[in-house]
Every structure is written in C-alpha cells, then in structure tokens.
C-alpha cells in the first residue's frame, strides 16, 4: 500500500526558513506527481506547488510567490518543499499528496496523502 512520510515541520521566525521532506513507499515513485498542499487552522486545503514526472507535463504552484521551491529525487523516492522567507501566513499542516499528473490544485484530485506536518511561524 503506497505510503507518504512528510517531515521537517517545526518552529521558525519569521523570516526563516525551513525545508520539508516527503519519502514515499509502495508506489512506482518515477510514475507519479507530486504535490504539496497546506492547511490552516479554519481554512480550506489549499495547493502550494506540484511537480510532474516528466519535464513536459504540466504542474503548478499556488501562494507562494516565488518562495517556495518544490524538488524531487527520484532515487532517494523523496520529494522536497524548499520555503524561504517564511511569514505568519504560512503557518499550517503541510501535506505531500500523489497522483498520475499535476493536473489541478484540487485535493480531489490525488490519490495518495501524509499524516501531514506542522509548520508555526512565530513573530
């Protein structure tokens, strides 16, 4: 059963940095996309980027304004979210999700997510 381990959440300032991790297991890692989304306390599931399989396929990034970098190694079957300048607005779980292609920012979309991990930024 395929499985995603998110990690690297924690405290920052704002201003900070932090970079996440997602391992997945039980799925053919190179035939996938990859996405991350976050969620707020009160709000919605939102998307934050997505990374395709292959450089022609399409993907998309949401909210972040050029912060945020989404990464992938395919060898280490891990996907990354680089978050640079770091404001209280970010605060949120972020979650790491699958699916065949980055099509959409709608959760409905993927077909595989994390337990999530939590992102604070203090002031």
């Known amino acids: 059963e395929p499985q995603l381990v998110e990690s690297g959440g924690g405290l920052v300032q704002v201003g900070g940095s932090l970079r996440l991790s997602c391992a997945a297991s039980?799925?053919?890692?190179?035939?996938?996309?990859f996405a991350w989304f976050r969620q707020a306390p009160g709000k919605e599931r939102e998307g934050v980027s997505c990374?395709?399989?292959?450089?022609?396929?399409?993907r998309w990034t949401d909210s972040s304004e050029g912060r945020f970098t989404i990464s992938r190694d395919n060898a280490k079957n891990s996907v990354y979210l680089q978050m640079n300048s770091l404001n209280s607005e970010d605060t949120a779980v972020y979650y790491c999700?699958?699916?065949?292609?980055?099509?959409?920012?709608?959760?409905?979309?993927?077909?595989?997510w994390g337990q999530g991990t939590q992102v604070t930024v203090s002031s």
């Open positions: 039980g799925l053919t890692f190179d035939e996938y996309s």
């Open positions: 999700a699958a699916a065949s292609i980055c099509y959409t920012d709608d959760p409905k979309w993927y077909d595989y």
């Open positions: 990374i395709s399989r292959r450089p022609d396929v399409p």
